[in-house]
């Protein structure tokens, strides 16, 4: 079935680093822009960034840019995001997410979250 | 920072209807459809409304979403115990060069 599975959430120092993975089933992986979404504990939902299907356009929300980098490797049907300079702010579930333009552009379906915890 | 404005909580009885806010700006909401998501306690949120009024496919017609200019809004007919959870609206933003954006979030109890 259609899925999307993270990993490689744990807890780091503030200022460390940490790469996220994403591993996409189910479908032609390469067909979909995809992005990266989190959730702090108890907050709403905070859009990270965003790749699109051939890897040639990334973009970044203000609050990750300069520290986050989101790649992806279709042959390998995943997507990455590795994560610098870490801050306590940076805590929450991190979620990967398929865009889908036949839907104007929605979040169509969503792995399960990767917890990062950020604290010394 | 959410740039979409919800109300922070609704509720009703099973049967009523509820109905949920999203007020945006002409960057977001007044330029690009709205896509709403329900996320279940302790579970990834799930696209549940998307192109403003559309459904995917195994989304109960209870759900209905319509925008005016630069708000919209989410309406459950016939609430039922299981649509308690969180519900975002959210947008692309195109004074943000390729940002999306959330809504501050809404908690549906049912009573």
């Known amino acids: 079935q259609v899925q999307l599975v993270e990993s490689g959430g744990g807890l780091v120092k503030p200022g460390g680093s940490l790469r996220l993975s994403c591993a996409a089933s189910g479908f032609t992986f390469s067909d979909y822009y995809m992005s990266w979404i989190r959730q702090a504990p108890g907050k709403g939902l905070e859009w990270v960034s965003y790749i699109s299907s051939s890897g040639s356009t990334i973009y970044y929300a203000d609050s990750v840019k300069g520290r986050f980098t989101i790649s992806r490797d279709n042959a390998k049907n995943s997507l990455y995001l590795q994560m610098n300079s870490l801050r306590a702010e940076d805590t929450a579930v991190y979620y990967c997410?398929?865009?889908?333009?036949?839907?104007?552009?929605?979040?169509?379906?969503w792995g399960q979250g990767t917890m990062v915890t950020v604290s010394s | 920072q959410s740039v979409l404005t919800q109300p922070p909580s609704a509720s009703g009885t099973p049967g009523q209807r509820v109905t949920i806010s999203c007020s945006g700006s002409s960057s977001n909401i007044g330029s690009n459809t709205v896509n709403w998501y329900q996320q279940l306690p302790g579970t990834a949120p799930k696209l549940l409304i998307y192109s403003n009024n559309q459904r995917p496919s195994g989304v109960p017609d209870r759900f209905s979403g319509s925008k005016s200019g630069t708000s919209a809004s989410l309406a459950i007919s016939g609430l039922q115990s299981e649509d308690e959870a969180d519900y975002y609206c959210?947008?692309?933003?195109?004074?943000?060069?390729?940002?999306?954006?959330f809504g501050t979030g809404t908690k549906v109890t049912v009573l």
């Open positions: 997410a398929r865009g889908v333009a036949a839907a104007d552009d929605a979040f169509d379906i």
């Open positions: 959210a947008a692309w933003d195109d004074s943000l060069n390729g940002h999306y954006v």
